[in-house]
């Protein structure tokens, strides 16, 4: 853009310094025609700069969404996957190996901390990341995050104090809850990074977005239709509360994942759109 915009401004430089076609007359003023010739060679050169900007913010956004992870995961963290992810251990061999580049992958984009002297372990690490992966695992991988801080606190309870905008705040004891049963339709720890997730779609430029533009906007009007008759109606507000959105969206997650056969029995327009959305059918695999 730099060398197009340089160019074209030594190109103009020339013309004047020549009089390029009459551009300046014998006394050195221009005419009204002189005038209306600089304006649409400065029009001219705004759009091929305008142009220019936007070749580049899509090529930056093809490049994101063909990262590809290529470093493998550590042995011990790969055994805290195989015992603490159902999902994982229904992965096929291939689908394996990309799952745990993608979880090294995001461990290594975060920084995961505590407050109060809690350590971080590699499993809650391994576990958090798993989690992310799972959800977003049918999605191209995309390194424009919004959030880049994971900070585990020991439960709900507790109220962080180092929580910024790009924080998601992970309740490690209702996150260990979640996992302990995987077929409950309850798990906080997914239902954090669902939420986290949808509102980071949201804050994204179009050329960054996680989700495809067509599919969230068609999820959204089948959940809209089907908020009275999912959960009974707890979801009310989603017409007018954003945080009521992501909430409902976090649940159908869980929901999605958990129990995927009954979600696609009682919801199947609601579930199918899910799957869709997130390029994944998890009924198939029960």
Not at 109 to 128: H, Q
Not at 191 to 209: C, G
Request: contains cysteine.
């Amino acid at each position: 853009m730099v060398q197009t915009t340089l160019s074209a401004l030594l190109f103009f430089k020339w013309w004047i310094y020549k009089g390029g076609r009459g551009l300046v007359n014998p006394d050195g003023e221009f005419s009204m025609s002189d005038f209306l010739i600089v304006c649409l060679l400065g029009i001219a050169l705004i759009a091929l700069m305008y142009y220019r900007v936007n070749k580049v913010i899509e090529n930056r956004s093809v490049v994101k969404k063909q990262i590809k992870p290529t470093e493998p995961l550590a042995a011990a963290f790969r055994v805290i996957l195989s015992e603490k992810s159902n999902y994982y251990n229904t992965l096929s061999k291939s689908d394996k190996d990309a799952f745990e580049k993608r979880v090294r992958y995001y461990m290594n984009l975060k920084m995961f901390t505590s407050e109060d002297g809690y350590a971080v372990t590699d499993e809650m690490k391994t576990m958090i990341a798993a989690t992310a992966v799972q959800i977003t695992f049918g999605l191209p991988l995309v390194a424009h995050s919004q959030f880049t801080h994971i900070l585990i606190m020991p439960n709900a309870s507790m109220t962080p104090r180092k929580a910024t905008r790009n924080t998601v705040v992970v309740p490690w004891k209702e996150f260990v809850e979640g996992y302990a049963q995987h077929d409950d339709g309850q798990n906080e720890g997914m239902k954090v990074l669902a939420s986290a997730l949808v509102k980071d779609d949201r804050l994204q430029e179009k050329s960054y977005k996680f989700f495809s533009v067509k599919k969230f906007e068609k999820w959204e009007k089948i959940a809209e239709q089907e908020v009275s008759n999912f959960m009974n109606g707890m979801f009310e507000g989603i017409h007018t509360d954003e945080r009521m959105k992501d909430e409902y969206f976090a649940q159908a997650v869980v929901y999605f994942f958990e129990l995927p056969i009954a979600f696609k029995a009682k919801y199947p327009t609601l579930y199918d759109a899910m799957s869709d959305l997130l390029n994944q059918d998890p009924a198939k695999k029960k």
